[in-house]
């Protein structure tokens, strides 16, 4: 299926792109680092979540486009609620992947001031 290799291609760039991204999370503390690493788990099963409704979305279509089914009713009213998941749970990672990057701003603002060079004072001779 196309859209699931797709989203998994997405998903997959995703988080190896935050990892790198707060990979410099250590160097601020353990407690930073740890928390950053927390989020970045728990985005990963948000995705992997979204893939499996993805499929299940998918599957239910499938059997809604048999040719030659008696009764679409059960098989459309699936195929609805699955939707209406995958919709929801796209949302879901949306807002807290759109969370990340906000924190990821933040977080490279307050690295740029730590990192800001010392002035050195010239000493009176």
Same mark, same amino acid.
């Given at each position: 299926? =196309?859209?699931?290799?797709?989203?998994?291609?997405?998903?997959?760039?995703?988080?190896?792109?935050?990892?790198?991204?707060?990979?410099?999370?250590?160097?601020?503390?353990?407690?930073?680092?740890?928390?950053?690493?927390?989020?970045? /788990?728990?985005?990963?099963?948000?995705?992997?979540?979204?893939?499996? /409704?993805?499929?299940?979305?998918?599957?239910?279509?499938?059997?809604?486009?048999?040719?030659?089914? *008696?009764?679409?009713?059960? *098989?459309?009213?699936?195929?609805?609620?699955?939707?209406? =998941?995958?919709?929801?749970?796209? =949302?879901?990672?949306?807002?807290?992947?759109?969370?990340?990057?906000?924190?990821?701003?933040?977080?490279?603002?307050?690295?740029? =001031?730590?990192?800001? *060079?010392? *002035?050195?004072?010239?000493?009176?001779?």
């Amino acid at each position: 299926m =196309k859209l699931r290799n797709y989203s998994l291609a997405c998903c997959t760039l995703l988080l190896l792109g935050t990892t790198t991204f707060l990979g410099g999370c250590a160097t601020t503390g353990v407690d930073r680092s740890v928390k950053a690493s927390n989020s970045i /788990q728990n985005e990963d099963q948000e995705i992997r979540k979204l893939i499996v /409704q993805i499929d299940l979305t998918g599957s239910s279509l499938d059997t809604l486009m048999v040719a030659n089914a *008696p009764d679409l009713k059960k *098989p459309f009213d699936a195929y609805t609620k699955n939707l209406a =998941k995958l919709d929801g749970e796209g =949302k879901r990672t949306i807002k807290r992947m759109d969370e990340m990057k906000e924190r990821n701003k933040d977080y490279f603002a307050e690295w740029e =001031k730590q990192g800001e *060079p010392i *002035p050195i004072r010239k000493s009176a001779r």
